[in-house]
C-alpha cells in the first residue's frame, strides 16, 4: 500500500491567492513526522515545513502552514498569498519508526502560479 | 543552504563507463541516503547509510554501490552506465535519531549518459 499519496499532479493558482496541496499518508505507527519540500526547475531540494504526530497545533512557517487532520491522516499544505516564485513541484514525505525511520514521498504535485 | 554537499554538480560521462558521485552529510548527522530522479519523475530511494553501515536498500541496480568512511562522507558508484542512468542523484542526511527528525538534501549531481 502506498504509504504517501499525493493525488493532484498539476496544479495552477493566481498570484496573491491561497493554495492547498493535498497529501494524505498511511501508517499504524503512533510516532510519525510529516515533512513538506519544494522542488523548483533549478532542482534542488528545499525543506519547508514538519509536523509531528503528536503536535496538537497545525505548523506554521512563514507563508506556509501544515494542516494536520490526524483522524483523516491528512497533511495538507496551504501557500497563502501565492508568489510566481512558488512555482515548483512539491513533495509531501512522511517517516515513522518501523524500518529504522524510513522516509517516504509523494509522487509530487506542480504548482503553477499565473501572473 | 542545507549544509550537505555534493559533488560534482554535473557529470556528462558515456555509455559503459563508471563514475563516482561524492557527498558530505551535515556537520553531526549519522544517516545518509541516496535518491535518483529521473526526469520529471518523483524520487526513487537506492539506499541508506547510518555511521558507516548499510541500513536499507530501495531500488538499487546491482551495477551501483555505496559506501560511508569513517568521516561519514559516502560515495555512491555507478558502473557499466546506460543511457537510462541519467538522472538527479540527490544525497541527504539526517541526524536519525527517531521520526521527527528531518532530512535534509545535497543539490544533487545531474549525470548524462551519451
Known amino acids: 500500500a502506498q504509504k504517501i499519496t499525493q493525488t493532484q499532479p498539476g496544479m495552477f493558482v493566481q498570484e496573491k491567492e491561497a493554495v492547498t496541496l493535498d497529501c494524505t499518508y498511511d501508517t499504524s505507527d503512533p510516532s510519525y513526522g510529516l515533512f513538506w519540500y519544494k522542488q523548483p526547475s533549478s532542482g534542488e531540494m528545499i525543506f519547508l515545513i514538519y509536523q509531528g504526530s503528536y503536535d496538537q497545533q497545525n505548523a506554521t512557517e512563514g507563508r506556509y502552514s501544515l494542516n494536520f487532520q490526524k483522524a483523516r491522516k491528512s497533511a495538507n499544505l496551504v501557500i497563502s498569498a501565492s508568489q510566481l516564485g512558488d512555482s515548483a513541484m512539491y513533495f509531501c514525505a512522511m517517516r515513522d519508526t518501523s524500518f529504522f525511520n524510513k522516509f517516504y514521498f509523494g509522487s509530487g504535485t506542480k504548482l503553477n502560479v499565473k501572473p | 543552504d542545507s549544509g550537505v554537499t555534493q559533488t560534482p554538480k554535473h557529470l556528462i560521462t558515456a555509455t559503459g563507463q563508471r563514475v563516482t558521485l561524492r557527498c558530505s552529510p551535515r556537520?553531526?548527522?549519522?544517516?545518509v541516503y541516496w535518491y535518483q530522479q529521473s526526469l520529471d519523475q518523483g524520487l526513487q530511494f537506492l539506499i541508506q547509510?547510518?555511521?558507516?553501515?548499510?541500513?536499507a536498500k530501495g531500488n538499487i541496480l546491482e551495477r551501483f554501490s555505496a559506501q560511508q568512511f569513517p568521516d561519514l562522507h559516502s560515495e555512491l558508484n555507478l558502473s557499466s552506465l546506460e543511457l537510462g542512468d541519467s538522472a538527479l542523484y540527490f544525497c541527504?542526511?539526517?541526524?536519525?535519531?527517531?521520526?521527527?527528525?528531518?532530512?535534509?538534501f545535497g543539490p544533487g549531481t545531474r549525470l548524462l549518459v551519451l
Open positions: 541527504a542526511s539526517s541526524a536519525d535519531r527517531g521520526a521527527g527528525e528531518t532530512q535534509y
Open positions: 556537520s553531526g548527522d549519522l544517516s
Open positions: 547509510y547510518y555511521n558507516g553501515e548499510e541500513r
